[in-house]
Nanobody, 125 residues
Framework: EVQLVESGGGLVQAGGSLRLSCAASGFTFDDYAIGWFRQAPGKEREGVSCISSSDGSTYYADSVKGRFTISSDNAKNTVYLQMNSLKPEDTAVYYC??????????????????WGQGTQVTVSS
């Protein structure tokens, strides 16, 4: 059974940092792309970042480039999202997702078949 469990969310002031973790189990980690998505109230889910576990290539939405860093520890089947210089507009529920995809699908939510339960990130001004 595929499981994705996010952790690390919380409340932080603008300019602060958080590190989210996504612990994966039930599939061959190296074959999958692991993406981070977020959804704010009243808004559509948007792709934030993705890492290809097979070759380590990374992808970012323009809104987080230079502030967020995605990484993976394949030995621990865990993907991290380091979020720095947080802004109030980063407030959302953050989800990790996994699937075997093509690179042009990495920041698109619909192709992903496996999702975690989400973790709340709140950035106060």
């Amino acid at each position: 059974e595929v499981q994705l469990v996010e952790s690390g969310g919380g409340l932080v002031q603008a300019g602060g940092s958080l590190r989210l973790s996504c612990a994966a189990s039930g599939f061959t980690f190296d074959d999958y792309a692991i993406g981070w998505f977020r959804q704010a109230p009243g808004k559509e889910r948007e792709g934030v970042s993705c890492i290809s576990s097979s070759d380590g290539s990374t992808y970012y939405a323009d809104s987080v480039k230079g502030r967020f860093t995605i990484s993976s520890d394949n030995a621990k089947n865990t993907v991290y999202l380091q979020m720095n210089s947080l802004k109030p507009e980063d407030t959302a529920v953050y989800y990790c997702a996994a699937d075997t995809l093509q690179p042009w699908e990495y920041l698109v939510s619909r192709p992903y078949g496996y999702w975690g339960q989400g973790t709340q990130v709140t950035v106060s001004s």
